[in-house]
């Protein structure tokens, strides 16, 4: 059985307060990239990461970042090891780091399962159907206006983890934590 | 780990992480040119995507580095289909809906596997998903549209066909079912091309050379410019960085 230390709860709870450095109102441990920190010995530390998307490029500033702060609390050797299994998922995000998102402008991922693209229809022109169609999954909402009335303008935005939504609404753009 | 099987996991592991890599660079050729911005955020997108599938492949075959811009041509183990230029943007729709359906289905296996390649392929399964979603409606959108976008898809699909038989063939190392693949690729690529409007085109599936082409370091002519390009800046700034 794994036993958890109080240096080892410590130091996670420090590692994990690290903001994302891509979405600066997340910490790691609300994004749930953060996966263990072991305690080697009095002054060497483990520290396993996962990726949000495999080619995230935002997990190595992340590592630096832990090893900075690991560093200036008296840790000597920090070891920041990126583990692909088991697969990161935005479940992972808590309601906390869902509630920040929402804040900062950013429809946060919709929970549960199932995961994975949603069937959008595209027209000759980016505009409302003139029927409306059946509501297949749960709407991804404003996060300006809360309204659910939102259309898919690219599956891919600012990032991969991203998608860009319009609102029909406010009428304003978003980005959308894309479920994955 | 015995010689002959490390020897295999890396001719695998190359397989497959210069099929991502030579990809990821060819759908990296389109910004700056890609028709409207959404695009060109979703193309560089997806080029990212496969360029991480790359580097943790190729990390389990070698150097990352050494392995992507110091190899020779013939040394690059990636399928044809994905060195194919880009061609219009139906080319690389064509192109990116032929090997996204093909690397969700191979991904699926292998993640079911316990195999290397397990934990990169539960990864990775859930966001070649959504490349297979963006090629699918960009088919349907080009295929059902106007007499041209329909004209240059049709085109598109054909001209790449002779490239697909190669995702097909064995590779040692890679446990999967290929005829089983073959059989869902064929249905899933036939329903995409139908709802467009168009038809799995007819005619043979791969060329001449029947052994396996792009994975016997077998390559069609524009890869070497492209590898030229890809490869220049780190050969003339050895170990640069920034």
Redesign the interface.
């Given at each position: 059985m794994v036993t958890t230390t109080a240096l080892e709860e410590e130091l996670r709870r420090l590692a994990g307060s690290v903001p994302d450095p891509e979405l600066p109102v997340l910490t790691l441990e609300e994004l749930g990239v953060l996966r263990a920190v072991r305690v080697h010995d009095a002054d060497s530390v483990e520290v396993d990461l996962t990726p949000t998307y495999t080619g995230c490029p935002a997990i190595e500033a992340m590592s630096v970042d832990i090893e900075r702060v690991l560093h200036e609390h008296g840790i000597r050797e920090v070891a920041v090891r990126t583990v692909l299994s088991p697969a990161w998922s935005t479940d992972d995000i808590s309601d906390e780091g869902r509630r920040k998102l929402r804040e900062f402008g950013i429809a946060p991922p919709r929970g549960g399962r199932p995961t994975g693209p949603v069937t959008v229809e595209l027209g000759p022109t980016r505009t409302t159907p003139s029927a409306p169609r059946p509501q297949q999954t749960e709407p991804v909402h404003c996060p300006h206006c809360g309204s659910a009335d939102t259309e898919l303008l690219s599956r891919f935005s600012s990032t991969a983890c991203k998608a860009l939504r319009r609102c029909l609404s406010c009428r304003e753009p978003f980005d959308h934590f894309k479920e994955l | 780990m015995t010689a002959s099987t490390s020897e295999t996991a890396t001719a695998a592991a190359l397989a497959l992480g210069d099929d991502a890599l030579v990809l990821s660079h060819r759908l990296g050729e389109w910004a700056g040119h890609a028709p409207v911005l959404?695009?060109e955020?979703?193309l560089?997108?997806?080029a990212?995507?496969?360029?991480?599938?790359a580097?943790?492949l190729l990390s389990m075959a070698g150097d990352e580095d050494e392995l992507a811009y110091l190899r020779e041509e013939r040394a690059f183990r990636n399928l044809q289909l994905v060195e194919q230029p880009n061609g219009d943007f139906a080319h690389t729709i064509a192109r990116q809906l032929y090997f996204s359906t093909y690397q969700r289905l191979l991904y699926t296996q292998l993640a079911e596997g316990t195999g290397p390649f397990?934990?990169?392929a539960?990864?990775?399964v859930?966001?070649v998903?959504?490349h297979?979603?963006?090629a699918e409606?960009?088919t349907?959108?080009l295929g059902d549209?106007t007499d041209l976008s329909h004209e240059r898809m049709r085109r598109a699909t054909e001209a790449l066909w002779r490239f697909t038989g190669e995702m097909f063939q064995p590779v040692e190392g890679v446990d999967v079912d290929r005829e089983g693949m073959r059989a869902a690729w064929l249905e899933s690529v036939g329903d995409v091309l139908r709802r467009a409007t168009l038809a799995l085109p007819e005619g043979p599936a791969s060329g001449a050379w029947r052994a396996g082409a792009g994975r016997q370091g077998l390559h069609t002519e524009s890869f070497g410019r492209m590898l030229a390009e890809m490869q220049h800046l780190h050969r003339s700034h050895p170990g640069a960085t920034w």
């Amino acid at each position: 059985m794994v036993t958890t230390t109080a240096l080892e709860e410590e130091l996670r709870r420090l590692a994990g307060s690290v903001p994302d450095p891509e979405l600066p109102v997340l910490t790691l441990e609300e994004l749930g990239v953060l996966r263990a920190v072991r305690v080697h010995d009095a002054d060497s530390v483990e520290v396993d990461l996962t990726p949000t998307y495999t080619g995230c490029p935002a997990i190595e500033a992340m590592s630096v970042d832990i090893e900075r702060v690991l560093h200036e609390h008296g840790i000597r050797e920090v070891a920041v090891r990126t583990v692909l299994s088991p697969a990161w998922s935005t479940d992972d995000i808590s309601d906390e780091g869902r509630r920040k998102l929402r804040e900062f402008g950013i429809a946060p991922p919709r929970g549960g399962r199932p995961t994975g693209p949603v069937t959008v229809e595209l027209g000759p022109t980016r505009t409302t159907p003139s029927a409306p169609r059946p509501q297949q999954t749960e709407p991804v909402h404003c996060p300006h206006c809360g309204s659910a009335d939102t259309e898919l303008l690219s599956r891919f935005s600012s990032t991969a983890c991203k998608a860009l939504r319009r609102c029909l609404s406010c009428r304003e753009p978003f980005d959308h934590f894309k479920e994955l | 780990m015995t010689a002959s099987t490390s020897e295999t996991a890396t001719a695998a592991a190359l397989a497959l992480g210069d099929d991502a890599l030579v990809l990821s660079h060819r759908l990296g050729e389109w910004a700056g040119h890609a028709p409207v911005l959404e695009e060109e955020v979703a193309l560089a997108n997806i080029a990212l995507d496969l360029l991480g599938q790359a580097r943790i492949l190729l990390s389990m075959a070698g150097d990352e580095d050494e392995l992507a811009y110091l190899r020779e041509e013939r040394a690059f183990r990636n399928l044809q289909l994905v060195e194919q230029p880009n061609g219009d943007f139906a080319h690389t729709i064509a192109r990116q809906l032929y090997f996204s359906t093909y690397q969700r289905l191979l991904y699926t296996q292998l993640a079911e596997g316990t195999g290397p390649f397990a934990p990169l392929a539960a990864k990775a399964v859930k966001e070649v998903e959504y490349h297979q979603d963006h090629a699918e409606q960009w088919t349907l959108r080009l295929g059902d549209g106007t007499d041209l976008s329909h004209e240059r898809m049709r085109r598109a699909t054909e001209a790449l066909w002779r490239f697909t038989g190669e995702m097909f063939q064995p590779v040692e190392g890679v446990d999967v079912d290929r005829e089983g693949m073959r059989a869902a690729w064929l249905e899933s690529v036939g329903d995409v091309l139908r709802r467009a409007t168009l038809a799995l085109p007819e005619g043979p599936a791969s060329g001449a050379w029947r052994a396996g082409a792009g994975r016997q370091g077998l390559h069609t002519e524009s890869f070497g410019r492209m590898l030229a390009e890809m490869q220049h800046l780190h050969r003339s700034h050895p170990g640069a960085t920034w």
